[in-house]
Structures are given as C-alpha cells and as structure tokens.
C-alpha cells in the first residue's frame, strides 16, 4: 500500500515551544519533501531529502531544520516556533526523477498561539 | 525566472457542465507539466502529467489537459463536471533535468453548484 503517513494530524503549541513533525513512506523512494500550504500563496517548499542525510533548503528554511536518518523517515523540527508558523504541513515523497509523481501525506495542521 | 500562473482562484459551474481550468508557465525550454488535485482536508493526487508527445493528455476521472507550447499553457479540462470533483486543482512545472523541485501555482478552487 502506497503511503505517505503524518503524524500528528493536529498540533497546538505555545510561541517559543519546540515542535517536531514526523513523516514516513512505504515506497523505498529516494526522495521526501516539507511543504507548507497557506492560503492563496500554494505550497512552499521548506526542505528537499535526496536520501538519508542528504538535505536541501527549499524556497522558504529560515526558522525549520529537518533530519533524515532512515530512508522511509523525514522529520521537520521548529525550534522555538513562532506565530507565522502556523500553516499546514505537508511532507511528500517521489523517486528521482524531474518526471516522476509525488506522493502527499495528509497534511499536520499547526497551530501555534 | 521560472514560475506558474492560475490566474483564477475561484471557479464556479454548474454539475454536469464543461470545465477549464487555467495554467500558463514561464520557462525557456519544454518542462514536465503536472496537474495534481486536493480534496477537502487531503493531501495532493496526481491526475495527469505531460512531457512529450500528443499534447492532450488522458488523466483519471475524465480530465485531460492540453499542452499549447506556443501559448505557454497547460490548461485542464473536463467535459461534465460531478459534484464530486470540487476540490482545489494545482498546476506544477518541473523543468527537466532540475533537482526535482516542482514550481507550483497558487491553486484553483473549484465549487461545483448543484
């Protein structure tokens, strides 16, 4: 079964807490994805994993940093997490490949207060 | 620089009529071309993609899209809509041989009106 899973599904935390988001794929792929999705602005790449160890900064890194020590694991952590982090998260996973699909999680909604 | 435009973020028609949806891209050579879709408090699905070949491409569910290199556009489409297709629909580039980072639009929502 081809999945992508997120956990939490829903967090609130306190401004100045430190959060950590899980994700795990089924697939083998090589590579996984943060993203966040806000409303009206689509969805903005945080960091790139082309495979363990092996991270990227996406369009928008200030503020999360990411681990991925097994393949079928990528976690984002917030360190301190702030009120403009409130967003829905979206952690994805795809083969290498410019042409290949991407598989999508269903998303962790943070809320930070 | 590389970006995607869906010019409308809000379509609305009526169930069992035609639809297109909106994708112009900007990027000098010819990308992967994506269309994914996302249902209410889901991640994102693929429905088509595009690279070479017939321009208008099959996806699931009755969509298809059209590729127009001249245009520039990627525009999808449907001939009769289910109350079941409202959701969000986003356009994606990948260029070739990039690292695999997909430029995405901003979504198009579309409300299906009995």
């Known amino acids: 079964d081809m999945k992508v899973t997120q956990m939490p599904r829903y967090l609130i935390k306190r401004m100045g807490e430190n959060v950590l988001l899980e994700c795990g794929q089924d697939?083998?792929?090589?590579?996984m994805y943060w993203y966040r999705q806000d409303p009206g602005l689509g969805l903005q790449l945080i960091y790139i994993?082309?495979?363990?160890?092996?991270?990227s900064e996406g369009d928008i890194p200030k503020g999360y940093r990411v681990s991925r020590k097994k393949r079928e694991h990528f976690s984002l952590i917030l360190d301190s997490a702030k009120t403009n982090q409130t967003s829905v998260y979206f952690c994805?996973?795809?083969?290498?490949?410019?042409?290949?699909?991407?598989?999508f999680g269903k998303g962790t909604r943070l809320t930070v207060v | 620089a590389q970006s995607v435009t869906q010019p409308d973020a809000r379509v609305t028609v009526s169930e069992g009529a035609s639809l297109q949806l909106r994708c112009k891209y900007s990027y000098s050579g010819t990308p992967y071309l994506f269309w994914y879709v996302q249902y209410p408090r889901q991640g994102l699905q693929l429905l088509l993609k595009y690279y070479s070949g017939d321009p208008v491409v099959q996806g699931v569910n009755g969509f298809e899209a059209e590729f127009i290199k001249s245009n520039s556009s990627f525009h999808l489409r449907k001939a009769s809509v289910h109350w079941s297709d409202s959701a969000v629909y986003f356009c994606?580039?990948?260029?070739?041989?990039?690292?695999?980072?997909?430029?995405w639009g901003s979504g198009t929502k579309l409300i299906i009106k009995p």
């Open positions: 697939m083998s792929h090589e590579t």
């Open positions: 994993s082309y495979d363990v160890d092996s991270n």
């Open positions: 994606a580039v990948s260029p070739a041989y990039s690292n695999y980072q997909l430029i």
């Open positions: 994805a996973s795809s083969l290498s490949g410019a042409d290949t699909e991407v598989f």
